[in-house]
Structures are given as C-alpha cells and as structure tokens.
C-alpha cells in the first residue's frame, strides 16, 4: 500500500496515512473493470475518510459505465454521481442533446474535479474537444492531466502533451498514469519509441495482468515497430481471453490484419454491426455509399 502523498485524491494525505484506494484506482485505470468492482467491496468496511469513501463510490459507478451496466448507476445528491448518472444516459444513447447543456450547467465556480473530469468525457464522445480541455486544463487532479496529455495528443500537439506528461511526473511519478501517459507519448513519437512503449506495458502487464486495454496499447506498440503479426496475436488474445469486443480492439486487428495482406472483410463487418455510430464504421459506410452511385453510372444494360 503506498503512504506517500497523492494529491489526485480529494484530501491531502499524510506521510502516515495509507492510501486505501491505490489498487482500486491502478485497476480502473488500467481497464481491469472487474477486479476493480471486488477491490471496491474488499474496502468498503475499512475506516476511511468521508472524501476516500466518495470517491471510491466515484469509482464503483465509472466501473458501470465501462462495463456498459448502465441500469446500475444511481443518481445521487451528490454533483459527482449525478454527472456520471447523466454520463451514463449519454452513452446508453437517452436524450443526448439535453444531456451537454445540464453537464455544463453544472461547471460553474466551485465544481469539484470529478464533475469536471466526467463532463470532459461526456464532451470528448461528443466530439467537442475544446469544451473537454476547458473542463481538465487546469490540472486540478491526476486524471486531469492525464486526459489533457491524450486531448493534446488527438489535437496533434505532441509539445503540449510533453508537458502534461512533466506535470504528470512531478505530481506522482510512480502513479499507474504517469506510465501511460509516458506509454501515449512514445506511441505518438513513432516507431523509434515502440521499444520505450513495450517495455513500460510489459511491466505493467506482468505486475498487474493483461486487460484489454493494455493489450491493445501493446498492439499499437508492436505495429509501431513493424510487428504486425504479434500486434495481432495480443489483439486475438484479448478477443478470445477477455472476450474483447469493442471497437478499438476491432479497429486495431482490421489494421494489423490489412498490412499482412490478410482479409478482414469479417472483421469490418463485425465492426459495422457492433459499432454502427464508430467514425470508421461511418466512414466506410459513406466511402461505399459514393461508389455504388457512382457504379450505377457506368452500368451497362444487358
């Protein structure tokens, strides 16, 4: 259990108190969902400060959400739990349009991190990227930071994702985001990192197992350095150890799959049906929408 302070919790830790939800937050973050939720009751008799119990709460609910048990979020008093409640309703495809503006309405002064943290996610899956930073660029907690570097990184401005990355590692530099904030610099730097990138996610895989998302980082890591077929091999592990079905690990495998000239005209289906509203699955969909009209032009008569 780790005593030093972490000042991504709400309440400033002493040197001598230990951090109880340490694991619970290493699990989450690192996509283990499940064994997050039984770290989260292994806890709940511990004595803890009001602000721990919270957040590990906070926690418990962003586990539903991940795992997409939707009905299981319960909207509470609390502006951090009710934002994941309505978090959960965006993504459960409820009434979207009236869902941005009550997360906004909730950002006004002296909203807490977690409230600001949720409405970053809710934006960035609404595509609003700008909005998102608003809410996290302060760097307010760890995870703020964290969604910063990655919010910088899609805006492709490596620079300022170098600099989340400082922060990061100055804050906490043991904490399970630091690493893979350093994990998301390497991928984005290009095959001359891939080696740094495999490195940090083989640590992590060993100390902690492998869950999806670590599997899929590995993949990209591996297609980064040329290795399509172990990008592969990591990504059908997930699909058949972890019955990974989401779009990332689909998206990464039609990739890894086409530059070893594979077919992957199963997979692309499997995409379309599963993950319908995917940007590739839209993509596709216009790309052969404008070929058929296209064809129909040149059509010749029997």
Request: a negative charge.
């Amino acid at each position: 259990t780790a005593t030093t302070t972490h000042t991504h919790t709400h309440t400033t830790l002493t040197m001598a108190e230990p951090d109880e939800l340490y694991t619970l937050r290493a699990q989450f973050w690192l996509g283990h969902y499940h064994m997050a939720l039984e770290e989260a009751k292994q806890i709940m008799r511990r004595p803890m400060s009001p602000a721990l119990k919270a957040e590990r709460e906070v926690f418990v609910q962003r586990c539903y959400i991940a795992l997409q048990q939707y009905d299981k979020v319960v909207a509470t008093d609390s502006p951090a739990l009710l934002a994941l409640a309505l978090q959960a309703q965006y993504e459960n495809g409820a009434d979207q349009d009236s869902i941005i503006p009550q997360l906004q309405s909730m950002l006004g002064d002296g909203v807490d991190p977690s409230t600001q943290l949720t409405a970053a996610h809710v934006f960035l899956k609404a595509g609003m990227k700008k909005e998102a930073l608003q809410c996290v660029h302060q760097g307010a907690i760890l995870e703020h930071l964290s969604v910063a570097l990655q919010l910088y990184l899609q805006l492709d401005r490596l620079d300022l994702a170098k600099k989340q990355l400082q922060m990061l590692k100055q804050t906490d530099e043991d904490s399970i985001l630091c690493h893979l904030g350093a994990v998301y610099i390497a991928l984005a730097t290009g095959s001359s990192a891939a080696k740094d990138a495999l490195h940090s996610l083989q640590q992590l895989s060993e100390q902690y197992g492998p869950s999806i998302l670590l599997l899929n980082l590995t993949a990209c890591a591996y297609m980064q350095a040329g290795q399509y077929a172990q990008a592969e091999s990591k990504l059908e592990q997930a699909r058949q150890e972890l019955g990974a079905s989401d779009a990332d690990t689909l998206v990464n495998l039609i990739i890894a799959c086409q530059y070893q000239q594979k077919s992957t005209s199963d997979l692309v289906q499997s995409l379309k049906a599963s993950h319908p509203t995917h940007f590739l699955s839209k993509g596709l969909e216009m790309v052969e929408g404008a070929f058929e009209r296209e064809s129909l032009k040149y059509r010749v008569a029997a």
